[in-house]
């Protein structure tokens, strides 16, 4: 019997198979572990573990953070509130050329897919994983409007896998609460374009001066290129890159079929024209307005709840907010303040070194406040607050400093309302105030011969006449009169309160002077006139309060016309002479002591303007009168702002009104001493009771009407 021969085994074969097994066998566990861990992933990304997943309600009332803007009276935007630089615009309000370049360039699919572009995903995974090739992100527009409104957080080693998966979810719900046309809506008003600058309607003011409905189409293709890096395709900081950019962009709208090949060659060769716009946050704004008016906004909605009980934020609630501000005037008075401070301050800087006081570690940046107002209605119609806003954050408008001879009106009014006229003369003597400390007003020009009428007490700005006069009205008398002009600040019961020792405002000043260029009424400061919701609802409207007559209309007339003096013949003539200037004017001028201040007030029958100017250091001077006084300091931006004012058509009428009554001042400014004056004036007079001189020869010498008054008023004191 033949027995057969045993094949042995194939062990090769055997591990082979083996080894397969093995390999099918981890790969179906890793495949269930991937899953499961997919599935864990995934239900953490359901459950916010990697961020709040915000349910359907949620989207339903998605509100983005819109940026609260500021209106001048003639509907200009001077100002915004913002966390984020945004403003709202609907679809309908936007050009197709925009709509045509963000989906052909970031979203090629987007009428298509439910918010995640799958083949998209597949196409970034094989591209970038694959082939090492830069396939961009993938993500769709309703991907990256959920990056935009709900911003992503750091998790880490699984920051990208996390938030991109969260984004993805979210995009899914988001199409199922909105239409295709509401995302692109919402998109276009979330999306950022650098420079602190949201949403497609700001970014059209910024970089072209135009609106979204209105952009052409080569000017929409910028604005889309630079969404993939607003920095790098900036058009203003790298214009070759942004043009390059924006071609691709065309190229993409020819692609997609919205351009003809002959329409994307003929706007690829244009060139990039920018017509840039940031003048509402740094140039011609009313800066120091808004920011002062800030704080007063917020604190009345947080008093005026909305239906809701809710406070209105003004940084977010997308408010609309109407002033008083007329936006030409604004820019001339900004423009009026920068010009003459740039010159004035080579002055300023020569004179410094000159007194050892020059130092490129010293601050010596002279500074101005300059506020002009309808004194008829109480409108601001142009707020100054400093030369720029960038540099100095600080309002010159509200800071107190020294007046200095414009507060000598207040004096002069309070005299004529107690009697006195303006052709009535005064005795210029040097009189020593003995019960306030020996104190002696002095006179600029160290001569106190002669005498001199109210009217030409006040054009001439001498001081001996301006202390005589509130000495006699008492210095308790004319404060309180001040206060019921409009003052608010504690003024010194001093003699020299008369030379304007006392710390206002240019705010305060404005308000002082509004009822002697207002037939003797006072109004109410208004800056804004109505607040609107981001729906157009008015939440608020300033209603007109009822003025008040603070002083008799035949006294208001007689400071207006006593002031026009001061314009033709007194301190502030070279408002005529160096400047040209032949309109009806009332003015004064203003200068402390030590040159540290140098102010303006002037009013037409339209407008009143006053002017501050000076170094924040009041230590920081000029060392002489001729370039420290008002006229040299203050004066200047005031001219610069008319000129401007009256050469602009829309403005010009303003300049052709007059005062509504005739200037009926026609008498002597000064009259010298006679004989007998010359002879028996001493030199300095002295008076231990009411600061007044009462000696017999004196009396004898004035008018019996004055000699009168006189006794009169110093019987009333003593009865006091």
Not at 246 to 272: H, S
Request: charge should be negative.
């Amino acid at each position: 019997m033949t027995s057969k021969k045993r094949k042995k085994p194939n062990r090769k074969k055997q591990d082979q198979a083996s080894g397969l097994s093995l390999l099918i066998n981890w790969s179906l566990r890793l495949l269930v572990f991937g899953l499961v861990l997919f599935i864990l992933f995934f239900s953490a990304i359901h459950m916010g573990v990697f961020g709040p997943m915000p349910s359907n309600e949620d989207l339903e009332n998605l509100i983005n953070s819109q940026a609260s803007e500021v209106y001048s009276q003639d509907g200009e935007l001077i100002g915004r509130y913002f966390l984020e630089n945004r403003s709202e615009v609907k679809l309908a309000d936007i050009s197709p050329d925009l709509v045509h370049a963000l989906v052909a360039t970031e979203d090629s699919r987007f009428y298509e897919h439910r918010g995640v572009d799958h083949q998209g995903m597949l196409r970034v995974l094989v591209k970038s994983i694959i082939l090492g090739q830069n396939a961009g992100g993938g993500s769709t527009i309703s991907q990256q409007l959920v990056k935009n409104v709900f911003g992503r957080e750091d998790h880490g080693w699984l920051t990208m896998p996390a938030v991109k998966a969260r984004e993805a979810a979210i995009a899914n719900k988001l199409n199922e609460v909105y239409t295709k046309d509401e995302i692109l809506e919402l998109y276009l008003n979330t999306v950022s374009f650098g420079e602190d600058t949201y949403g497609i309607k700001t970014a059209c003011e910024r970089f072209f001066s135009t609106s979204p409905a209105e952009i052409k189409t080569e000017q929409a293709a910028v604005l889309i290129g630079m969404l993939k890096a607003p920095h790098s395709y900036n058009p203003r900081l790298n214009p070759e890159r942004s043009k390059t950019r924006r071609n691709v962009v065309l190229g993409q709208m020819e692609k997609a079929g919205e351009l003809t090949t002959d329409q994307a060659n003929d706007l690829k060769v244009l060139p990039l024209e920018l017509n840039y716009n940031r003048s509402i946050s740094e140039t011609f704004s009313a800066q120091h307005l808004t920011q002062h008016l800030k704080q007063r906004i917020q604190k009345w909605l947080d008093e005026n709840p909305n239906e809701d009980g809710e406070s209105y934020n003004i940084d977010t609630d997308g408010l609309k907010i109407y002033t008083t501000i007329d936006s030409r005037m604004q820019q001339y008075a900004q423009e009026a303040v920068i010009a003459h401070l740039d010159q004035l301050q080579k002055t300023f800087d020569s004179d410094l070194k000159q007194q050892g006081k020059w130092s490129k570690d010293i601050d010596a940046t002279l500074q101005s406040g300059f506020l002009v107002s309808d004194p008829h209605t109480g409108h601001v119609l142009a707020w100054v607050g400093g030369r720029d806003f960038k540099t100095s954050q600080y309002d010159h408008i509200l800071s107190e400093r020294q007046v200095g001879s414009v507060f000598k009106p207040v004096v002069y009014a309070k005299a004529i309302e107690d009697g006195y006229a303006p052709c009535d003369f005064i005795p210029n003597r040097q009189i020593e105030y003995t019960q306030y400390d020996s104190w002696t007003p002095q006179n600029a020009d160290g001569d106190y011969s002669g005498s001199y009428s109210l009217l030409g007490g006040l054009t001439h700005s001498v001081n001996t006449i301006s202390v005589q006069l509130l000495m006699e009205s008492g210095i308790e008398d004319v404060i309180e009169f001040a206060e019921k002009l409009g003052a608010t600040s504690d003024l010194p019961e001093v003699p020299s309160i008369a030379l304007g020792v006392a710390n206002m405002s240019v705010q305060e000043i404005s308000k002082l002077y509004m009822p002697f260029a207002n037939a003797g009424w006072q109004h109410e400061q208004i800056i804004i006139t109505r607040i609107e919701d981001a729906d157009g609802q008015v939440i608020f409207t300033n209603e007109l309060e009822a003025s008040e007559q603070v002083v008799s209309e035949q006294v208001a007339r007689q400071i207006t016309n006593m002031m026009q003096s001061v314009t033709n013949k007194g301190t502030a003539r070279r408002l005529r002479s160096w400047y040209g200037i032949q309109g009806p004017i009332a003015s004064k001028t203003g200068t402390t002591q030590n040159h540290a201040d140098g102010w303006f007030v002037g009013y037409t029958p339209d407008w009143l303007g006053v002017v501050w100017v000076g170094a924040d250091n009041p230590g920081l001077h000029f060392s002489s009168i001729k370039d420290g006084q008002g006229a040299n300091m203050a004066l200047p931006i005031w001219s610069k702002f008319y000129q401007k004012v009256k050469t602009d058509p829309a403005l010009a009428q303003q300049m052709q009104n007059a005062f509504p009554f005739t200037n009926d001042l026609n008498c002597e400014l000064y009259q010298e001493d006679n004989f007998l004056q010359k002879t028996f004036r001493k030199k300095l007079k002295k008076n231990k009771d009411t600061g007044l001189e009462d000696t017999e020869l004196e009396v004898e010498e004035e008018e019996p009407k004055k000699k009168k008054r006189f006794w009169d008023i110093f019987k009333k004191k003593k009865e006091k």
